[in-house]
């Protein structure tokens, strides 16, 4: 992989990132959690299109957030690089979600480095329709994330389409590519390429 250069207004250790069209995010398969149903702490490969892994995520979290809450828990996740340094710092609380409770949605900080916060993301209540919205470091909506309401399909893939908050054009796509049983949870992120947001 090529060495990226500083680049003005990118936290450092983004700067790879500024080069891709598409990230792959691969979880990391765990026999005794297939074979038992006891939720571990996630980890994730973060690769390139040619799957050559550039940061790796480990989750921080509670054993009984975990088991109790699942997939609406309280956590933490550390993306380095290869070398181990840290990169990235997410930070989720733990709420409620669904068109049940829209007054406790979800919400994650994202930092970098730690302690400085680049951007958010929350949850926004729909009764169908998953959608999302990219703040950055001032509070303003860069990006919308929207699902389709069938979004909990088992071995297909799952789009969730990201638009510019400025120009409401289409700029890419997260999928979740769930294809094979035991394959672990694979994530596919496509952007296009643009020179400013």
């Not at 990201?162 to 054009?169: Q, V």
Request: aromatic fraction near 8%; hydrophobic fraction near 35%.
């Amino acid at each position: 992989m090529a060495a990226p250069q500083m680049l003005p207004g990118v936290p450092r250790g983004l700067e790879y990132l500024n080069m891709l069209d598409r990230v792959n995010v691969h979880q990391h398969l765990d026999m005794f959690e297939v074979m038992t149903g006891w939720e571990k702490k996630n980890k994730y490969r973060i690769c390139n299109s040619n799957e050559q892994q550039f940061f790796y995520a480990k989750e921080s979290s509670s054993a009984c957030d975990r088991q109790c809450c699942g997939p609406i828990r309280a956590f933490t996740m550390d993306i380095e690089d290869n070398n181990g340094q840290p990169i990235i710092h997410l930070d989720r609380p733990f709420n409620c979600q669904g068109c049940c409770c829209p007054c406790s949605l979800q919400t994650m900080d994202v930092q970098c480095p730690q302690g400085v916060i680049i951007g958010r993301i929350e949850e926004i209540w729909t009764m169908c329709v998953p959608k999302l919205q990219v703040r950055n470091a001032n509070g303003e909506v860069v990006f919308n994330i929207v699902g389709n309401c069938c979004y909990c399909k088992c071995c297909t893939e799952v789009p969730f389409r990201i638009f510019s908050a400025s120009t409401g054009e289409e700029i890419g796509q997260i999928v979740n590519a769930v294809l094979k049983f035991l394959s672990g949870f694979s994530l596919r992120v496509l952007v296009k390429r643009l020179d400013r947001l």
